[in-house]
């Protein structure tokens, strides 16, 4: 029902910048809560952030926490993650994700959300 597509990854120096983007297209209305998450190579996926449908309320793990920055914009129906100050440590596929059903758990849980982008490279260089 919500299609998502991510874009702006790529390669950058220790300490770098990237802002990465995920537009949202079909009932994007039915779409609640918003959150990216991320999966090293030999790492299981994990949460990154999150943020309620109105940005009222944002949500980090604590690896990020300080130097990410997430963000909706519901008139263009897009999500970004602003990363700054990268570390090798941040190297992964970024996954961005959406909220079409209720529910009550944690923001940080993959299981709250139901619909999914394909990823995008986020490589960080020492």
């Known amino acids: 029902q919500v299609q998502l597509v991510e874009s702006g990854g790529g390669l950058v120096q220790t300490g770098g910048s990237l802002r990465l983007s995920c537009a949202a297209s079909?009932?994007?209305?039915?779409?609640?809560?918003m959150g990216w998450f991320r999966q090293a190579p030999g790492k299981e996926r994990e949460f990154v952030a999150a943020?309620?449908?109105?940005?009222?309320?944002?949500y980090y793990a604590d690896s990020v926490k300080g130097r990410f920055t997430i963000s909706r914009d519901n008139a263009k129906s897009t999500m970004y993650l602003q990363m700054n100050s990268l570390k090798p440590e941040d190297t992964a596929v970024y996954y961005c994700?959406?909220?079409?059903?209720?529910?009550?758990?944690?923001?940080?849980?993959?299981?709250?959300?139901?619909?999914w982008g394909q990823g995008t490279q986020v490589t960080v260089s020492s």
């Open positions: 079909g009932r994007t209305f039915s779409s609640y809560a």
């Open positions: 943020i309620r449908w109105n940005g009222g309320s944002t």
């Open positions: 994700a959406a909220q079409t059903s209720d529910y009550n758990g944690s923001y940080r849980s993959s299981y709250r959300y139901d619909s």
